[in-house]
Nanobody, 120 residues
Framework: QVQLVESGGGSVQAGGSLRLSCAASGYTYRMGWFRQAPGKEREGVAAIYTGSGGTYVADSVKGRFTISQDNSKNTVYLQMNSLKPEDTAMYYC????????????????WGQGTQVTVSS
């Protein structure tokens, strides 16, 4: 069982930046982030293939969010710039053990979540 430990959430004003980190205790094929705002469905935000480094970023955050990794630390980062109030949500790190679509029902491992709040 792989454990995912997240850090880096917090509160920021619109236009600001935050960086989320997620450290995995073991091997994963693909890692990334989902978010869920109150009353909304969980949304896939970004993902990275830990082997090739190939990335996926949702259209809703493209150009503002960047996902990257440090393989030596088994850690994935989500750099969030130009944050908007609509980015306010609980952000969850997730991982899959093999090739699967980046939807929540396909994930094998989940972090505990970290809150991101963007004020206007």
């Amino acid at each position: 069982q792989v454990q995912l430990v997240e850090s880096g959430g917090g509160s920021v004003q619109a236009g600001g930046s935050l960086r989320l980190s997620c450290a995995a205790s073991g091997y994963t094929y693909r890692m990334g982030w989902f978010r869920q705002a109150p009353g909304k469905e969980r949304e896939g935000v970004a993902a990275i293939y830990t082997g090739s480094g190939g990335t996926y970023v949702a259209d809703s955050v493209k150009g503002r969010f960047t996902i990257s990794q440090d393989n030596s630390k088994n850690t994935v980062y989500l750099q969030m710039n130009s944050l908007k109030p609509e980015d306010t949500a609980m952000y969850y790190c997730a991982a899959a053990r093999w090739l699967k679509g980046w939807v929540s029902e396909n994930m094998d491992y989940w972090g505990q979540g970290t809150q991101v709040t963007v004020s206007s």
